[in-house]
């Protein structure tokens, strides 16, 4: 077989990608005009699936996903397609304007009471995704709001009590790269508008989330830091990795790059007092140094498995701007530079979700002490502290 390489190949991804983006409208249009009938969304998904697969630096798939899960009313779904359309290499022209329609509806719903639907009130969680929309709606106007900090307390603390009583599936990644997609996408507002605080509220909302998941992360693993440090046998093993600790691994490698991208703009709060944001982020350091030295002292870090290929979130990252930067290049390409292959492709042996498991924790620490290491001049976090 000819494998094409260089421009050839590109031209003929993106052709193969734009066939796929129609098929899936098409199928999308029959299925928007079906009267009296459940509409099967299911294979205008999978086109635009396979699209994002094919050429992930493409917002387009996104951009359709999102016209979908408007036409269901699922506003997360929503929000979370149109940030990934905007933070895609090339962004999808139409993103910002339909996200900025969603969030007026949004409000407006909010308003009006009819944002949580009747048949999910009072019930436990249920109010979870409706109030985290919410909350994006008001902070992408850069203007403060009376429910601000309660709304924003609200919204963690609830995804604190969902996580350690049951898996939230995709629903915390989509809020960790909705967070994130947010803060990133606020700069790039600030080049051409007025938004005022709107960045600064999106870097306390992800401060607030990395600092409430590493709560989370930091009971779990204290529950196994008793055992006798001469005890080397089974130090690795996967029992010390509960059920809890398995939900917020993931979200915390996305979150683990984010820091490494954005730890100088962490580090520029230190000289706004007794801010808010600066408050926090002193607290964030914190437990963040607490959990890197718990987890080193409770894992032998060095003998934790190597994966050399993309994990579920790292697949699902693939050319997300935010991320996709030189400090988190590891996490994506190999020792010689080239993408790791995803855990499907042809000859590629998956590991056992454990092993997967142990190798988050292995590249969580790894950040910490890159962060250490690259920063010598106070952007890491036992140098901020020791300021303190």
């Known amino acids: 077989m000819v494998q094409p390489v ?6 003929i991804l ?25 509409r099967n969304w299911g294979p205008a998904i999978g086109y635009y699936d396979l699209a994002t697969v094919i050429y992930p630096a493409s917002g387009a798939s996104h951009n359709q996903l999102a016209v979908i899960a408007l036409a269901d009313g699922n506003h997360l779904r929503a929000t979370y397609h149109l940030y990934r359309a905007l933070a895609a290499q090339e962004p999808h022209p139409s993103a910002k304007g339909n996200l900025e ?11 009006k009471r009819e944002l949580i639907r009747p048949e999910d009130a009072g019930i436990p969680g249920r109010a979870l995704a409706p109030w985290f929309v919410y909350l994006h709606a008001q902070c992408y ?13 609200e919204v963690l603390n609830q ?6 009583e049951r898996s939230l599936e995709g629903t915390l990644q989509k809020f960790c790269l909705v967070n994130i997609s947010a803060e990133d996408f606020s700069r790039t507002r600030a080049n051409e508008e007025s938004v005022s605080n709107a960045g600064l509220f999106f870097r306390r909302i992800n401060v607030k989330t990395f600092f409430t998941l590493l709560q989370i992360l930091l009971a779990e693993v204290e529950r196994f830091a008793v055992e006798e440090s001469n005890n080397r046998e089974g130090k690795n093993g996967p029992d010390k990795i509960t059920a809890v600790a398995r939900r917020v691994l993931p979200a915390l490698r996305n979150y683990s790059s984010w820091l490494l991208t954005v730890s100088h703009l962490l580090v520029a709060h230190k000289e706004e007092k007794d801010t808010p944001l600066s408050v926090q982020i002193i607290e964030f350091w914190k437990i963040y140094a607490n959990t890197l030295t718990l987890l080193a002292s409770t894992f032998d870090v060095v003998l934790l498995p190597e994966i050399d290929y993309l994990l579920e979130e790292d697949e699902e990252t693939l050319c997300f701007v935010p991320l996709n930067k030189e400090a988190t290049s590891r996490r994506y390409l190999d020792t010689s530079g080239r993408q790791k292959p995803r855990m499907n492709d042809l000859g590629v042996e998956r590991n056992h979700p454990n092993m997967e498991m142990l190798y988050r924790i292995r590249e969580f620490v790894i950040d910490g002490l890159d962060l250490v290491v690259s920063n ?7 140098h901020f502290l020791g300021e303190y």
């Open 6 to 11: 260089g421009d050839l190949r590109k031209r």
């Open 159 to 164: 995804l604190a009590v969902d996580l350690k």
């Open 101 to 111: 329609i969603e969030f007026r509806k949004v409000r407006n719903l909010w308003a």
């Open 376 to 382: 010598p001049l106070g952007t890491s976090p036992y």
């Open 14 to 38: 993106q052709s193969c990608h734009a066939t796929l983006i129609r098929l899936g409208d098409l199928s999308r249009y029959r299925e928007t005009e079906l009267v009296g009938k459940d």
């Open 141 to 153: 106007r850069g203007t403060d709001f009376p429910e601000h900090d309660e709304l924003e307390n």
